[in-house]
């Protein structure tokens, strides 16, 4: 009896730790924008034609948040306008993404599109798997936004 007891508290400890390590983690740090409108887009295969469809602006894969959130990669391509001229691979962070999936999503600024040109730190498109996804309301919304610059 006693022994549970002594275990039950130390897994109680042991879970409020992590829970509180979970927390830190999905702070975001950097520089803020508010109220930046999110939306999704997702990788087109289809066009054999247009390799774009699946690449980066400099024609790496595109990584989607279901394949980071799966853990099969360490970031999610974020497309933001081109005008801006964020250095590629600029380090991206949205503490409501953050909340929402109880895991920290790495994005990183490697794409752009011509949707998006004039939109300034205004808009950012999310790099969903399929078209379905795209249509989630969490990437669909008002966000913070935070730039590793
Ligand atoms: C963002 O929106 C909120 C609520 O509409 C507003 O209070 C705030 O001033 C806005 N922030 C910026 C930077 O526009
Ligand atoms: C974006 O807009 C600028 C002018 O504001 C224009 O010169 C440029 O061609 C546009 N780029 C795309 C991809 O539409």
């Known amino acids: 009896m006693k022994g549970i007891l002594i275990f039950c508290l130390f897994v109680s400890i ?74 590629y691979g600029t380090k991206a962070c949205i503490p409501e993404l953050n909340q929402h999936f109880g895991h920290r999503v790495v994005f990183e600024v490697r794409d752009t599109s011509s949707d998006l040109n004039g939109s300034g730190y205004r808009r950012a498109d999310i790099c969903v798997r399929t078209e379905i996804d795209s249509y989630d309301i969490s990437v669909n919304r008002m966000a913070t936004l935070y730039l590793s610059m």
């Open 14 to 87: 042991h879970s409020s730790f992590s829970l509180f390590d979970n927390e830190l983690n999905l702070k975001c740090t950097g520089r803020k924008f508010e109220n930046v409108s999110l939306t999704a887009y997702y990788p087109d295969y289809n066009d054999e034609d247009n390799e774009k469809g699946y690449q980066d602006s400099k024609g790496h894969k595109l990584r989607t948040l279901q394949d980071h959130i799966d853990d099969r990669t360490n970031y999610v391509t974020l497309a933001m306008d081109q005008s801006l001229k964020i250095p």
